[in-house]
């Protein structure tokens, strides 16, 4: 089955700087890449989403990349506020097994004011 | 527009014993699926349901097994409780079909193992 690596597992940066987190996947039928923010005692709450059509995707301060030949793909928050301190997680799907989700072990981002 | 929504919010049980817990997707969506969440780790994939058919179905014993109704709700069913099945429950429902699936998760049911 499809395993996703999440790294790293913390992250801190200050207010105002760029945040990025990294994941690869093993299954190449993987076409779906949601990722996925929980903050404290609350639900996961997909924040953005690619797919594997597409190399780049950005909304406001968040971008996700995708490289498909290597498997991996990656978070980009910029200019950091303390609200984006939360949990992160990111996942693959495939179409092939109905999208499924697989989702990495996460990384805790803390966002020093 | 009503999310997706999970009953009960906490529960506790006792090992051995058996447990039942609730979902209703967001409207308009047809699909849901189960995730598994222990304390510091991402969610695991129990099962999937569409069109009230199991048909995704992760490594989970067979003591883990649910159901969904006509009106797209679903229900996760634990027996023989154990110590280790403490965790957050979480269900997330999405559309069928779609090019990607975007799939929304309820609040969750916190279930303790005593």
């Known amino acids: 089955g499809e395993n996703v690596e999440q790294h790293p597992s913390t992250l801190s940066v200050q207010e105002g700087d760029s945040a990025v987190i990294k994941c690869t996947y093993s299954?190449?039928?993987?076409?779906?890449f949601p990722w996925y923010k929980q903050e404290l005692g609350k639900r996961p709450q997909l924040i953005i989403d690619i797919r594997s059509n597409v190399g780049e995707k950005k909304d406001q301060r968040i971008a996700v990349t995708l490289n498909k030949t290597a498997k991996h793909f990656s978070l980009h928050i910029t200019e950091t506020q303390p609200e984006d301190s939360a949990v992160y997680f990111c996942a693959a799907s495939s179409s092939s097994n109905d999208y499924k989700l697989s989702f990495g072990a996460g990384t805790t981002v803390t966002v020093r004011a | 527009d009503a999310g997706v929504t999970q009953s009960p919010t906490h529960l506790i049980k006792t090992r051995g014993q058996q447990v039942t817990l609730r979902c209703s997707p967001k409207s308009g969506h047809d699909t849901v699926s189960w995730y598994q969440q222990a304390l510091g780790q991402g969610p695991q994939f129990i099962f999937q349901y569409y069109e009230e058919e199991e048909r995704q179905r992760g490594n989970f014993p067979d003591r883990f097994s649910g159901h969904q109704f006509p009106n797209y709700s679903s229900e996760l069913n634990v027996n023989a409780l154990l110590l280790g099945d403490s965790a957050l429950y979480l269900c997330?429902?999405?559309?069928?079909?779609?090019?990607?699936?975007?799939?929304?998760f309820g609040p969750g049911t916190r279930l303790t193992v005593t």
């Open positions: 299954d190449s039928a993987s076409n779906y």
């Open positions: 997330a429902s999405g559309i069928e079909p779609a090019g990607a699936y975007e799939q929304y």
